[in-house]
């Protein structure tokens, strides 16, 4: 097994064909199929089920694919570590659920000290990867958030991932409506008085996960609910269907993004705990140090 049969496993994992896969990795389909038959024998498992309609992941090959992930994760790590031409620059990287305050202290992390030669990250992303990328070293700090409804699972699994979760503050839940929407001037709603608009989530894109996702009322039977994966198209399908998403109620005049939302205090109570996560037991870079300095000055609990 090397990492190249690992890359192609990934590969024709999340495509629908070998013919796709192959054409993505920019090699003939009789050597990829061969490629992958090599491993399967070497291991001594079924990977995929061939059929003329296409591929499709075993159980087992499933399971393979949940630590070929970590395995390609760690070797990227270090291929851009040590072997990438941008090796000689300072490396810090975040990953964070959608908060401005995140985002925010990451700049002033930049803004303090300006290295010479740089490559910093910051992934906006699902909350599982999140966790993920903390967990794998991908990310030395994460933003993540719970409500009641999610709290168990989420510390379940901060636990399993051998993470610390040190909170920040507690929000209490929010509705984000267009400026021009007729509840728009309202101090306070229920979600009853909304059902005839529709919802939009952060798409955690695995059903499995519902108990995921960022926003309070997780397990809230929405009648009409829209995932969406990209800010800029939520923001878009709020402002043109009239529909509203659910959160802190942090919004931010410096965001252009965000400019024409207005936040509405929501009758029904699911308060959002949000904190930032680090491997237990980790010491954290300078500028690690220094993001959770800034972070810090967001506490309030």
């Not at 087992?60 to 994760?73: H, I, M, P, Q």
């Not at 941008?86 to 985002?103: A, L, M």
């Not at 991908?138 to 709290?151: Q, R």
Request: aromatic share 10%; glycine share 4%; hydrophobic share 35%.
């Amino acid at each position: 097994m090397n990492i190249q049969q690992i890359r192609y496993v990934l590969e024709v994992a999340s495509s629908s064909s070998m013919r796709e896969a192959s054409t993505r990795l920019f090699i003939s389909q009789p050597a990829l199929s061969a490629s992958i038959r090599e491993l399967e024998d070497e291991i001594g498992i079924l990977l995929f089920d061939r059929t003329n309609k296409g591929i499709t992941l075993t159980e087992e090959g499933r399971e393979f694919v949940d630590y070929a992930k970590k395995v390609a994760s760690q070797y990227e790590i270090l291929e851009d570590r040590y072997l990438s031409k941008d090796s000689d620059k300072e490396r810090f990287s975040v990953s964070t659920q959608h908060y401005n305050f995140s985002i925010k202290a990451f700049t002033d992390v930049i803004r303090r000290y300006d290295p010479e030669k740089f490559s910093f990250s910051i992934h906006e992303t699902k909350t599982k990867d999140v966790l993920d990328d903390v967990r794998n070293l991908k990310s030395e700090v994460g933003i993540v958030s719970f409500s009641g409804a999610n709290e168990a699972v989420l510390k379940k699994l901060i636990k399993e991932y051998r993470l610390e979760f040190t909170p920040l503050m507690k929000r209490d839940t929010y509705i984000y409506v267009w400026k021009d929407h007729e509840f728009a001037g309202k101090k306070e709603i229920s979600i009853e008085e909304l059902s005839d608009y529709p919802c939009l989530t952060f798409d955690q894109s695995d059903d499995s996960n519902i108990y995921l996702t960022e926003e309070a009322l997780a397990d809230y039977d929405f009648p009409k609910l829209i995932k969406s994966d990209d800010r800029a198209t939520t923001m878009e399908l709020i402002a043109e269907l009239h529909g509203y998403s659910i959160g802190s109620g942090m919004l931010s005049g410096d965001d252009v993004i965000l400019k024409g939302l207005v936040s509405i205090k929501l009758k029904e109570e699911d308060p959002l705990t949000i904190g930032y996560i680090t491997r237990m037991g980790s010491s954290l870079s300078v500028y690690g140090q220094a993001y959770v300095e800034e972070l810090l000055k967001y506490k309030e609990l």
